[in-house]
């Protein structure tokens, strides 16, 4: 962080407590992390267009030089403490005790044709949302609503149905957090859809 500015190199990051990464598996794949990363952007983008007021976002870019990726995001007034919408904790905690913004994110939701559902480790910690699990909402030192972390606000491709013969085996079903549909075809399909399919962010969901 420097004179209010994070910076994050999109780099695989190996998943706590396991002999996994995030994307790659069994391997590192620094090139799907930079995947991952433009759809940061992609999804803050989308909720942005989508015109719902009260909600406000950080100021982003991507920056790409010698091969690598680089996300560069202002810097907002929360802290771990302020969160009331979403999970940062793996769905361990699911917040949804702000029924001012689960209507806000649920009508953007609606505008860009993400189903709600349930997400959460357990059906006791389970919170009905119309956002990826771990998009999250934080009521700011000044008041205001705050969304972060849209990597994955947008619903996945199925996995294994393109472009199989191109994933190698250990990284076979992580293509669900980098290869995401792009708004403009959630706009065609009668039925929304879930950001957490296919995911175990979705496994207490009964649909």
């Not at 919408?85 to 689960?102: F, I, Q, R």
């Not at 849209?150 to 199925?158: D, G, K, N, Q, S």
């Not at 250990?170 to 399909?189: D, I, S, T």
């Amino acid at each position: 962080m420097r004179n209010g500015i994070i910076f994050k190199f999109a780099l695989d990051q190996p998943i706590p407590k396991t002999q996994k990464y995030m994307y790659g598996g069994d391997e590192r794949d620094n090139a799907a992390a930079m995947k991952a990363a433009k759809h940061e952007l992609l999804g803050l983008s989308t909720y942005f267009s989508s015109g719902v007021t009260r909600l406000h976002y950080p100021l982003m870019c991507v920056v790409d030089y010698k091969g690598m990726r680089l996300l560069a995001l202002s810097l907002l007034p929360i802290g771990k403490e302020s969160i009331v919408y979403g999970s940062c904790d793996s769905g361990k905690t699911v917040h949804a005790e702000l029924e001012d913004v689960n209507d806000l994110v649920r009508e953007v939701g609606r505008r860009i044709n993400v189903a709600e559902h349930y997400v959460g480790n357990n059906s006791v910690v389970a919170r009905k949302l119309a956002s990826c699990g771990d998009l999250e909402v934080h009521v700011g030192r000044d008041g205001k609503y705050y969304v972060i972390d849209f990597a994955r606000a947008l619903p996945p491709e199925a996995p294994g149905i393109l472009c199989e013969q191109a994933l190698s085996s250990h990284a076979r079903g992580r293509e669900v957090f980098y290869k995401l549909l792009r708004p403009q075809l959630l706009q065609m399909l009668e039925e929304p859809l879930n950001s957490d399919s296919f995911t175990r962010w979705s496994k207490v969901d009964p649909k």
